[in-house]
């Protein structure tokens, strides 16, 4: 063998170990910032009988958020993340920036001064809380969708509108709540629980087009998966707990039912697709008594 292609070699190998170190590196990120976020949600379930250390709700997004975006590397590769996180900051402030002018995408609000700084009328958190929220949703999408080439026009649709749906069904919890906080001033009140019913059309239009975007954009970006079943599952049980939180403890007791419903059933069923697989669930239906 030539000195040169020995060094070609050398090289070669010395940057494949180094990219795979950096693989284990993200995903053992990953997993501390699973626990981290899991932690945060339980302060806040026990927090009526149980006062633990907390990050207040900026440190929350920011961890949150952190997680999203590392979990996401880890399983789909640094560009398409770049890609879901860039179409659904760029989405979002817009949207938000014109509904809080307009009133006409979610009704008529504005932002309290909780949340921070603010790019316009809009905090410069909320762009990462949009995001932070749309990741777990769309694995819990993804989860209820296994099985369906989600590469196909037919399939980017049918995810987009299936994660839309299970994130505005995690907002019919969270907004009146941190609405009565103070975090957000609906002006003119409305009927479910002070909040106007069309701010979650507002929600199903925002989220639909994100996933849309970003669904499409993506068959043009080749993955990076680490493909485990329990690494994939813990943005689904990040969204669990978050259901679990919503039940255990709301200041807005009849809100509990709700969660119960429009977060536990779809974590519930993305939770069971994940960890029994197509295979699992092929062999569960095929289990029948023998007569």
Not at 101 to 128: F, M, T
Not at 147 to 164: E, N, Y
Not at 245 to 254: C, D, G, S, T
Request: with cysteine.
């Amino acid at each position: 063998m030539r000195a040169r292609d020995f060094d070609l070699l050398f090289w070669k190998q010395f940057f494949c170990d180094m990219e795979s170190d950096l693989k284990r590196l993200i995903t053992a990120l990953a997993w501390v910032l699973f626990a981290g976020v899991m932690y945060l949600i339980l302060t806040e379930a026990v927090g009526p009988w149980l006062r633990l250390p907390g990050l207040g709700n900026v440190g929350f997004t920011v961890v949150f958020v952190l997680f999203a975006l590392v979990h996401c590397v880890a399983l789909e590769g640094g560009r398409r993340t770049a890609v879901f996180f860039g179409v659904s900051a760029v989405v979002s402030y817009c949207m938000e920036e014109f509904g809080v002018r307009s009133g006409v995408i979610y009704g008529s609000y504005h932002y309290g001064e909780s949340l921070g700084a603010k790019l316009g009328d809009v905090p410069v958190l909320i762009p990462l809380a949009w995001f932070m929220m749309i990741y777990p949703s769309w694995m819990v999408g993804r989860a209820l969708l296994r099985g369906i080439d989600t590469r196909t026009v037919t399939g980017i649709t049918a995810l987009a509108a299936v994660s839309a749906f299970v994130m505005t069904g995690w907002d019919m919890v969270m907004d009146p709540g941190m609405a009565k906080d103070g975090n957000w001033v609906w002006e003119k009140g409305g009927a479910y629980f002070g909040v106007p019913r069309h701010n979650y059309l507002g929600w199903l239009a925002t989220t639909f087009i994100v996933y849309l975007i970003a669904g499409w954009l993506w068959r043009g970006v080749s993955d990076a998966r680490v493909n485990t079943r329990l690494f994939e599952a813990l943005p689904v049980m990040v969204y669990g707990f978050f259901a679990v939180r919503y039940v255990a403890e709301n200041q807005i007791p009849a809100l509990q039912l709700v969660a119960l419903f429009s977060m536990g059933v779809p974590a519930l069923v993305a939770g069971v697709r994940v960890w029994l697989g197509d295979e699992g669930l092929k062999n569960l239906g095929a289990e029948r008594p023998h007569a």
